[in-house]
T-cell receptor, first 113, second 116 residues
């Protein structure tokens, strides 16, 4: 049972434009959400996170938005750069679950120069 | 951020042999370590959660006798794939959590296992 879903397996964006990656979750117990970036044959690297008490968190070109009522979060990258091309995973966790992460299936972002 | 290493990065073995993968937190003490498996074009699947000094907790469908996890210290966890078969070929990733003072897990670079 996939509790965290990323319905778009791939996304292509022109350099300089905004990339929007979406993530949906089903478990209302989740209280912490993260985005990871992953290159092939490497481990994921942390990008940005958001607690359920917030609806927005910004870090440089990356902004994560959380809509708790819709159980939806999104990652905005602006402006997109070719180096941003990678697979992006969203993950959700809950203190109740002991920091166990539930990952989405990933979205492969390609930024076209 | 914190650094987590994995060794080896790539291992090829014959069917029936056992392979040990090490996961180390280099600059912090990891209260909990997690082991994930990733199939091509698929999500990271949590295999097990291990706390230092106690038995690992395995996810449903993961054979604990096949995937032996030892978390002997606060900086080292090992995953041993016993009697490996070609279907065990995958990308194995560990992550470490330092406790409540850290908000995120820190991932190792992964180990690619190929079983011939």
């Amino acid at each position: 049972d996939q509790q965290v879903k990323q319905n778009s397996p791939s996304l292509s964006v022109q350099e300089g434009r905004i990339s929007i990656l979406n993530c949906d979750y089903t478990n209302s117990m989740f209280d912490y959400f993260l985005w990871y970036k992953k290159y092939p044959a490497e481990g994921p690297t942390f990008l940005i996170s958001i607690s359920s008490i917030k609806d927005k968190n910004e870090d440089g070109r990356f902004t994560v938005f959380l809509n708790k009522s819709a159980k939806h979060l999104s990652l905005h990258i602006v402006p997109s750069q070719p180096g941003d091309s990678a697979v992006y995973f969203c993950a959700a966790s809950a203190l109740k679950f002991g920091n166990q992460f539930y990952f989405g299936t990933g979205t492969s972002l390609t930024v076209i120069p | 951020g914190a650094v987590v290493s994995q060794h080896p990065s790539w291992v090829i073995c014959k069917s029936g042999t056992s392979v040990k993968i090490e996961c180390r937190s280099l600059d912090f003490q990891a209260t909990t370590m997690f082991w994930y498996r990733q199939f091509p074009k698929q999500s990271l699947m949590l295999m097990a959660t291990s706390n230092e000094g106690s038995k690992a907790t395995y996810e449903q469908g993961v054979e604990k006798d096949k995937f032996l996890i030892n978390h002997a210290s606060l900086t080292l966890s090992t995953l041993t794939v016993t009697s490996a078969h070609p279907e065990d070929s995958s990308f194995y990733i560990c992550s470490a959590w330092g406790g409540s003072s850290y908000n995120e897990q820190f991932f190792g670079p992964g180990t690619r296992l190929t079983v011939l």
